[in-house]
């Protein structure tokens, strides 16, 4: 029998493509994207048009395993292609090092392990570690939190990838939204500010090649020569970490011509006469000292982008990966505030639309169940300082860990201290995962997870506004569990009689929908099981009850500060933010070079800044482990400008080593010109794929960011010199 099923992909974009998979007696053979949806328009990015590859990998976890040898990958897997691991062919293989189990088995010992440790430390001595595995709504946040809420553990702050560039644009605009995708056809100048969008946000690429066919201009912003910037009509090359004093220097220019709407800012901004005077602090030619740009150039763009009209930006989560982070995205925010192109289609920024999606969370998650446990908050754990929790904190330590939706062994900071953590014979590690990765390594359990094939679950996005149901496609492999059957199995096993741990998934979807926010009005799980994909209702509350006014603003352009409407303190953009002095930041923005940088405070014998980039063709640490996307990615690269490479005696193809206080890696250099002068960039991948388990993030440090407790993946000095031959015997 043959069937088209409808899914959504929930992997870490801002695309979420609506997906159809065809299905022949129980088995997937085709993925497709869905024509019918706005944004997906029938095609798929590279990494997800080969997901059968992944589903039916031959590596995939398929039933629970318990640990039976010690801890650590497999010695020589990675260098002789001994172990679980294969380098040579990026395979996982069967090892001596696991017993397979039963599900019953693994489930009574983690429940038996638990209690002993709450016994003995307390329930806060239990550590979730997740994040973007996956986005959908059941399986990224809701049946696990219910757990973890009842269960009494330590709160996780799940700050590793955008929450300094969240805060830095919610200080602006009170909520992320931004310009819809669909509207970039009628921009007539685009920037792309830190944003791959022909490497990973490709959906919105077509948009970008119309307005570009109707005469549109595509600037990019950019410390790596990305694919986008490669396609650019102008590509601006700027120094890691300098973001916000760029739109500072545009800004001087704007105000300082008159270039910007003065109608706008005097009906919709607060603080503008503040900003004026911060500007002027920034002229071009100081700008330029810092960012590597001319001061021409900067007069050029800010005047191009105050009078092309409507000009857009596209904003990404690049920006705010330096330790001035937050602020750097509240600056660019700015920007179409001053020259009020939210007033234009095709006008303003996109960052994140996910603001959008207001669920009914506490519903999903039940906060208050911590109440039952402890009758107070849990402490909370910033993600990003996994290291330094695991291997310093005794209030109580940390003596369990509950990884899944991520690969912590692969993604933190500072990697020689995560694993030196994860190797403690005291921690109990358990990994819900889908393949042996990194962090399996160090499991002493590791639980088979299940595809978005294999389950149904409720996906909204952050680069559109379309909800949608993903409808499971075929049957688990094996005895693979999705997350919310896990939790909800183990809330059994611990005795939870709690109702919310018996609803079902049709229920929880039912729930998360039902918020009462006027933008989900009419949009039931029926309808969308029925339709696929179902656009936001943006309508105000004085249209709600109005059916016709209603149905037209469903279907009109969404321009979300067309006329104010921002969700500050005050209701209007905060160019001056009192919430921010109250905290000690600088109420209107500041630029302060990051300390570990060229220009930062920190004298260091460390001259390089070093990008430690997500790869093109993976996604974080997803699909790294798969053949088919594995042959469109060279790894293993550290990218140099020919005056760096030079002066240190590195030809093209040496193999070099790349150092700080913080560890070393060895890598094969790429000279190239993707980088300027004076930086350095290297690609995320897993450590096991690696010769020596290294990994890039040995480099990068637990430094937060200014806002928001973000990772500082960008603001790293290293040195870098050829690497010395192995000793022979």
């Given at each position: 029998?043959?069937?088209?099923?409808?899914?959504?992909?929930?992997?870490?974009?801002?695309?979420?493509?609506?997906?159809?998979?065809?299905?022949?007696?129980?088995?997937?053979?085709?993925?497709?994207?869905?024509?019918?949806?706005?944004?997906?328009?029938?095609?798929?990015?590279?990494?997800?048009?080969?997901?059968?590859?992944?589903?039916?990998?031959?590596?995939?976890?398929?039933?629970?395993?318990?640990?039976?040898?010690?801890?650590?990958?497999?010695?020589?897997?990675?260098?002789?292609?001994?172990?679980?691991?294969?380098?040579?062919?990026?395979?996982?293989?069967?090892?001596?090092?696991?017993?397979?189990?039963?599900?019953?088995?693994?489930?009574?010992?983690?429940?038996?392990?638990?209690?002993?440790?709450?016994?003995?430390?307390?329930?806060?001595?239990?550590?979730?570690?997740?994040?973007?595995?996956?986005?959908?709504?059941?399986?990224?946040?809701?049946?696990?939190?219910?757990?973890?809420?009842?269960?009494?553990?330590?709160?996780?702050?799940?700050?590793?990838?955008?929450?300094?560039?969240?805060?830095?644009?919610?200080?602006?605009y009170g909520a992320k939204l931004g310009t819809e995708p669909e509207q970039f056809r009628h921009s007539r100048y685009i920037i792309a500010w830190a944003a791959n969008i022909h490497g990973n946000n490709v959906h919105l690429w077509p948009f970008i090649t119309e307005a570009r066919r109707n005469g549109a201009k595509l600037v990019v912003i950019d410390p790596y020569r990305t694919r986008t910037a490669a396609c650019a009509d102008w590509y601006l090359p700027i120094n890691p970490g300098t973001d916000a004093v760029l739109a500072l220097g545009m800004m001087h220019v704007i105000i300082g011509e008159n270039l910007h709407d003065s109608d706008y800012?005097?009906?919709?901004?607060?603080?503008?006469?503040?900003?004026?005077?911060?500007?002027?602090?920034?002229?071009?030619?100081?700008?330029?000292?810092?960012?590597?740009?001319?001061?021409?150039?900067?007069?050029?763009?800010?005047?191009?982008?105050?009078?092309?009209?409507?000009?857009?930006?596209?904003?990404?989560?690049?920006?705010?990966?330096?330790?001035?982070?937050?602020?750097?995205?509240?600056?660019?925010?700015?920007?179409?505030?001053?020259?009020?192109?939210?007033?234009?289609?095709?006008?303003?920024?996109?960052?994140?639309?996910?603001?959008?999606?207001?669920?009914?969370?506490?519903?999903l998650k039940r906060p208050d169940l911590m109440k039952t446990a402890l009758g107070r908050k849990a402490r909370v754990i910033n993600m990003v300082e996994l290291g330094r929790v695991l291997n310093t904190v005794n209030d109580p330590p940390v003596k369990a860990l509950f990884v899944y939706n991520s690969n912590p062994a692969a993604v933190c900071p500072n990697h020689n201290e995560v694993i030196r953590g994860l190797q403690r014979s005291d921690l109990f590690t358990v990994v819900h995962e889908q393949f042996f990765t990194d962090t399996t390594d160090y499991a002493d359990m590791v639980l088979p997870a299940t595809t978005f094939f294999e389950h149904?679950?409720?996906?909204?996005?952050?680069?559109?506004?379309?909800?949608?149901?993903?409808?499971?496609?075929?049957?688990?492999?094996?005895?693979?569990?999705?997350?919310?059957?896990?939790?909800?199995?183990?809330?059994?096993?611990?005795?939870?009689?709690?109702?919310?741990?018996?609803?079902?998934?049709?229920?929880?979807?039912?729930?998360?929908?039902?918020?009462?926010?006027?933008?989900?009005?009419?949009?039931?799980?029926?309808?969308?099981?029925?339709?696929?994909?179902?656009?936001?209702?943006?309508?105000?509350?004085?249209?709600?009850?109005?059916?016709?006014?209603?149905?037209?603003?469903?279907?009109?352009?969404?321009?979300?500060?067309?006329?104010?409407?921002?969700?500050?303190?005050?209701?209007?953009?905060?160019?001056?933010?009192?919430?921010?002095?109250?905290?000690?930041?600088?109420?209107?923005?500041?630029?302060?070079?990051?300390?570990?940088?060229?220009?930062?405070?920190?004298?260091?014998?460390?001259?390089?800044?070093?990008?430690?980039?997500?790869?093109?063709?993976?996604?974080?640490?997803?699909?790294?482990?798969?053949?088919?996307?594995?042959?469109?990615?060279?790894?293993?690269?550290?990218?140099?400008?020919?005056?760096?490479?030079?002066?240190?005696?590195?030809?093209?193809?040496?193999?070099?080593?790349?150092?700080?206080?913080?560890?070393?890696?060895?890598?094969?250099?790429?000279?190239?010109?993707?980088?300027?002068?004076?930086?350095?960039?290297?690609?995320?991948?897993?450590?096991?794929?690696?010769?020596?388990?290294?990994?890039?993030?040995?480099?990068?440090?637990?430094?937060?960011?200014?806002?928001?407790?973000?990772?500082?993946?960008?603001?790293?000095?290293?040195?870098?010199?050829?690497?010395?031959?192995?000793?022979?015997?």
């Open positions: 029998m043959k069937k088209v099923v409808h899914a959504a992909c929930p992997h870490d974009c801002p695309d979420a493509c609506g997906v159809l998979i065809t299905v022949e007696d129980g088995r997937a053979t085709r993925i497709q994207g869905d024509p019918e949806h706005p944004v997906t328009r029938g095609f798929l990015c590279a990494k997800v048009a080969k997901y059968l590859d992944r589903v039916y990998s031959p590596e995939r976890v398929l039933y629970p395993m318990r640990r039976i040898e010690p801890k650590g990958p497999a010695t020589g897997a990675a260098n002789a292609g001994e172990g679980p691991f294969d380098c040579r062919s990026g395979q996982v293989r069967a090892t001596q090092n696991w017993q397979r189990i039963s599900w019953d088995q693994a489930l009574d010992e983690i429940a038996t392990r638990f209690r002993g440790i709450i016994r003995d430390f307390g329930s806060e001595a239990i550590l979730p570690y997740s994040y973007g595995g996956t986005l959908g709504t059941l399986n990224g946040a809701s049946m696990d939190r219910r757990f973890f809420h009842r269960l009494g553990a330590s709160q996780l702050d799940r700050t590793i990838c955008s929450a300094a560039g969240e805060a830095g644009l919610k200080s602006v800012v005097s009906k919709y901004t607060v603080g503008f006469e503040a900003l004026r005077e911060k500007v002027k602090e920034y002229p071009p030619e100081r700008v330029a000292q810092w960012t590597g740009i001319a001061a021409d150039d900067i007069r050029k763009l800010a005047r191009e982008y105050a009078t092309a009209r409507p000009s857009v930006i596209r904003l990404n989560y690049g920006v705010q990966r330096s330790e001035g982070g937050g602020m750097a995205t509240r600056a660019i925010a700015m920007l179409p505030c001053v020259i009020g192109s939210w007033k234009q289609v095709g006008g303003g920024l996109q960052m994140s639309t996910s603001g959008a999606f207001e669920l009914n969370s506490d519903a149904k679950d409720l996906q909204k996005a952050y680069g559109h506004y379309y909800m949608q149901v993903s409808q499971q496609a075929i049957a688990p492999l094996g005895e693979c569990h999705s997350n919310v059957e896990v939790f909800r199995a183990l809330a059994q096993k611990m005795g939870f009689e709690d109702e919310c741990f018996r609803e079902t998934v049709d229920e929880m979807i039912d729930a998360a929908l039902d918020s009462g926010d006027l933008w989900l009005k009419g949009i039931s799980r029926e309808r969308l099981e029925r339709e696929g994909h179902v656009r936001l209702n943006f309508v105000s509350q004085k249209d709600a009850g109005d059916g016709a006014c209603a149905t037209q603003a469903a279907t009109q352009p969404f321009l979300p500060f067309a006329q104010g409407n921002f969700r500050t303190p005050s209701g209007k953009a905060e160019l001056y933010s009192a919430t921010l002095e109250a905290e000690g930041l600088d109420p209107v923005v500041e630029f302060t070079p990051p300390v570990e940088s060229r220009h930062g405070r920190q004298k260091t014998g460390f001259p390089l800044e070093l990008l430690a980039r997500k790869a093109d063709n993976f996604l974080n640490s997803t699909f790294t482990n798969v053949p088919s996307v594995q042959a469109m990615e060279e790894s293993g690269l550290l990218e140099m400008h020919g005056s760096d490479a030079q002066a240190r005696g590195i030809a093209d193809g040496d193999k070099v080593r790349v150092f700080n206080p913080r560890g070393e890696v060895v890598l094969k250099a790429r000279v190239d010109g993707a980088v300027q002068s004076g930086v350095v960039s290297a690609r995320l991948n897993w450590a096991k794929l690696s010769p020596g388990f290294q990994s890039i993030n040995a480099l990068t440090s637990e430094k937060l960011t200014d806002m928001g407790n973000s990772a500082t993946f960008y603001s790293v000095l290293v040195e870098v010199e050829l690497a010395k031959p192995k000793a022979s015997g």
